[in-house]
Structures are given as structure tokens and as C-alpha cells.
Nanobody, 116 residues
């Protein structure tokens, strides 16, 4: 499976962005999808996941500012980000895991820059 992330850009603090990640193939509805972030000088961290049935999980530090969702008809997972802070600046990656392949798949990353 190939993942293509988009939607990053430059935004002022307090603003919003919606990231998208499109998956290739016809198995998207059977994939658990995740969004990760790598901020300058830090390791890549998980932000949110969405299960096959739409169940979502978030890292506590997001404080409810981000929302993950999926549209199976479009093979797309979204990350709606609001009340953005300068510390949200980083490269955002979408991700999935295929058990039969025993490997993770990553999108190419999309850069989000939040100015103060």
C-alpha cells in the first residue's frame, strides 16, 4: 500500500489546518490508520489512530485540538487540527500496519509550520 499525505503549510498560531492521506489499493476500509508527528529535535510521536470501525484514540497532550477521521469511499484519512500552536510545527506522517506483510507503511510526510 502507498500513502500520500498532503495539506501541510504555514499557519498562524490559533489557526487550523486539515491534513489528508490517501491510500492506494482497495483494502483501505480494513486498515487501522494513524497520524504521527516529528518536531525539530525530537523523535517521531504518535498523535491519533482510527480503527476499522471508526473508533479513535488520541495522545493526551493534544488536549482535544485534533480530530482524526476517515472516508473509506475516498481511501482517505484526515487530521483536522485547530488552535494550532508554534510547538505543533513539524512533519506529519500518516501510517498503517499490514499484519500479513508484517510491516508498517508510511506516507512521505507533510510539513506544518505554525508561526507565533
Amino acid at each position: 500500500v502507498q500513502l500520500q499525505a498532503s495539506g501541510g503549510g504555514l499557519v498562524q498560531a490559533g489557526g487550523s489546518l486539515r491534513l489528508s492521506c490517501v491510500a492506494s489499493g482497495n483494502i483501505f476500509s480494513n486498515l487501522v490508520m494513524g497520524w504521527y508527528r516529528q518536531t525539530p529535535g525530537n523523535v517521531r510521536e504518535i498523535l491519533a489512530t482510527i480503527a476499522i470501525d471508526g473508533t479513535t484514540n488520541y495522545v493526551d497532550s493534544l488536549e482535544g485540538r485534533f480530530t482524526i477521521s476517515r472516508d473509506n469511499a475516498k481511501n482517505t484519512v484526515y487530521l483536522q487540527m485547530s488552535s494550532l500552536k508554534p510547538e505543533d510545527t513539524g512533519v506529519y506522517y500518516c501510517n498503517t500496519y499490514l499484519p500479513d506483510k508484517r510491516r508498517y507503511y508510511w506516507g512521505q510526510g507533510t510539513l506544518v509550520t505554525v508561526s507565533s
